[in-house]
T-cell receptor, first 109, second 113 residues
């Protein structure tokens, strides 16, 4: 699997958009980008995934650059409940997930 | 509502004892997974199953075993518990058509003394 690089931690003001970057410069053509998050003391939760087009669902938006070497997860209106560790994972369809250290997002009141 | 449960939520055991952690899901998912989470290592895959009677080793399977006799359950057994197996264990499941959307249980905190 291609490796990903994420900032260790980020802060965001409540009500503002949270933009979480992920670098995956060695991604191959058939690898997808997935995002999960883990709220303290809970199991991880699936957020969104994409191949090359931008994606949006009820939780977030995923913006993938044209060269696919990086992506950004956007939480449009962050709330205190969005405080969590966010994992960016790159893998081929059908392969197992490899969770890295992720980004610890703190949403501040 | 469908759900995935783990039991016990907390357990303390002694080195050398056999321990079984239970995982039960009511979504009728074919795919089930066991992970462990330690500080500094993130989540690591232990074993996984794509259906009844199917089991596969993950990244850190030594000292662990699983069996899948029905769709709903994937118990994880530590054959002879070691202090290095002190960890938080998460079970997850996913459906065949959406394998990327794994649903995780609440976790079991295991301490081996």
């Amino acid at each position: 699997d291609a490796k990903t690089t994420q900032p260790t931690s980020m802060d965001c003001a409540e009500g503002r958009a949270a933009n979480l970057p992920c670098n995956h410069s060695t991604i191959s053509g058939n690898e997808y980008v997935y995002w999960y998050r883990q709220i303290h003391s809970q199991g991880p939760q699936y957020i969104i995934h994409g191949l090359k087009n931008n994606e949006t669902n009820e939780m977030a938006s995923l913006i993938i650059t044209e060269d696919r070497k990086s992506s950004t997860l956007i939480l449009p209106h962050a709330t205190l409940r969005d405080t969590a560790v966010y994992y960016c994972i790159v893998r081929n369809y059908g392969q197992n997930f490899v969770f890295g250290p992720g980004t610890r997002l703190s949403v501040l009141p | 509502d469908a759900e995935i449960t783990q039991s016990p939520r907390h357990k303390i055991t002694e080195t050398g004892r056999q321990v079984t952690l239970a995982c039960h899901q009511t979504w009728n998912h074919n795919n089930m997974f066991w992970y462990r989470q330690d500080l500094g290592h993130g989540l690591r895959l232990i074993h996984y199953s794509y259906g009844v009677q199917d089991t596969n080793k993950g990244e850190v399977s030594d000292g662990y075993s699983v069996s899948r006799s029905n769709t709903e359950d994937l118990p994880l057994t530590l054959e002879s518990a070691a202090s290095s197996q002190t960890s938080v264990y998460f079970c997850a499941s996913s459906e065949e058509t959406r394998p990327y959307e794994q649903y995780f249980g609440p976790g079991t905190r295991l301490t081996v003394t």
